[in-house]
């Protein structure tokens, strides 16, 4: 089974901002997909970016982007000009290319700090 | 509906009964995914549906669960004589069929305390 990790239980960012949040994974496959999800309090679990394992351009959604590295299987999520909106648990996914099911990390909390 | 709906939103119950958690998908979806989220942790896994089968149940931790889901749409996950460490937050999410896709929308969970 694919195992992803998340090295960081708790971050905190400045208003305004910059944090990279961390996230590594194990697998032999070629082909999967990769995703982050914020959790905030109402716990509906919200698609922040997506990225295709075969795709070498990192995915960029607005102020968030990715830093895919495949050869060491590390996916971080950067989150520029944070907001007090952004603060949420934040959890790295993984999916296999063949497969259905999401593989998650055990999450990142965010506090963000005015 | 617009979203996944998922009822009720907390549950409380002693420990030995049974408990029902309901999914109701977005219309359309075929796949249909239970999974638990237990504090501090991340989501586990537990059961997937395509259509009214269950080609993967690997997921479910006893015998005392089990789910259906009843005209390719409504879920309902059963786990029966509660424990304490079944205290978690149970969430659905539903999506196309995994071949066209990978946008999942989750519902909000049910968390259930077993006291």
């Known amino acids: 089974a694919q195992t992803v990790t998340q090295s960081q239980p708790e971050m905190s960012v400045q208003e305004a901002e910059t944090v990279t949040l961390s996230c590594t994974y194990d697998?032999?496959?070629?082909?999967?997909?990769l995703f982050w999800y914020k959790q905030p309090p109402s716990r509906q679990m919200i698609l922040v970016i997506r990225?295709?394992?075969?795709?070498?351009q990192n995915a960029t959604e607005n102020r968030f982007s990715v830093n895919f590295q495949k050869a060491a299987k590390s996916f971080s999520l950067k989150i520029s000009d944070s907001q007090l909106g952004d603060a949420a648990m934040y959890f790295c996914a993984y999916r296999s290319g063949l497969g259905y099911a999401l593989n998650f990390g055990k999450g990142t909390s965010l506090l963000v700090t005015p | 509906g617009a979203g996944v709906s998922q009822s009720p939103s907390n549950k409380v119950t002693e420990k030995g009964k049974d408990v029902e958690l309901r999914c109701d998908p977005i219309s359309g979806h075929t796949a249909l995914y239970w999974y638990r989220q237990s504090l501090g942790q991340g989501l586990e896994f537990l059961i997937y549906?395509?259509?009214?089968?269950?080609?993967?149940k690997s997921g479910l931790p006893s015998d005392r669960f089990s789910a259906e889901r009843t005209g390719g749409s409504v879920s309902t996950l059963t786990i029966q004589r509660t424990q304490q460490e079944d205290s978690a937050v149970y969430l659905c999410?539903?999506?196309?069929?995994?071949?066209?896709?990978?946008?999942?929308?989750f519902g909000s969970g049910t968390r259930l305390t077993v006291v």
């Open positions: 999410a539903s999506s196309f069929s995994p071949d066209r896709g990978f946008n999942y929308t």
């Open positions: 697998t032999s496959e070629s082909d999967y997909y």
């Open positions: 990225q295709e394992a075969y795709k070498q």
């Open positions: 549906f395509q259509g009214n089968s269950a080609p993967d």
